[in-house]
């Protein structure tokens, strides 16, 4: 897969560790675009925010996105050969409308991408 997970880039902040940071790669040797993505995770969690470096892609109103949901782009992200992309999800909480913070400390997700690549993120 062109867009790969860099090794060792994911790590939680926010209040009680419920936001999630981690970068990913374009390792091939054409420009990729992503316009959209799907979390997979065995856990329960809704998020409401994606940022891809500092442009925010994804705003959401009630109810937010949860596990294997599809989530378009506001704007469409094009990763450039060798380039590497922080993303960073926001507010992790209980329930679709929000709730209770959910602690992403050791937690394993899916990243699906709209171009197929599947990323596997553990969060130490």
């Known amino acids: 897969a062109a867009i790969s997970y860099v090794t060792g880039s994911a790590t939680t902040y926010g209040a009680q560790n419920s936001f999630v940071s981690f970068n ?3 390792t091939g040797t054409a420009a990729i675009m992503v316009t959209s993505i799907r979390l997979t995770y065995s856990f329960t969690a809704y998020f409401r925010r994606v940022y891809w470096n500092t ?5 959401s109103s009630n109810p937010w996105p949860g596990n294997n949901q599809s989530v378009s782009f506001s704007t469409n992200m094009t990763m450039m ?13 209980a329930a679709p409308g929000g709730g209770a913070r959910v602690n992403m400390t050791g937690r394993t997700f899916d990243i699906r991408f709209s171009d197929g690549t599947t990323l596997t993120v553990a969060i130490p």
């Open 55 to 59: 442009t925010l892609v994804v705003n």
């Open 24 to 26: 990913i790669e374009n």
């Open 81 to 93: 050969p060798t380039e590497q992309v922080t993303l960073k999800f926001e507010y992790f909480r």
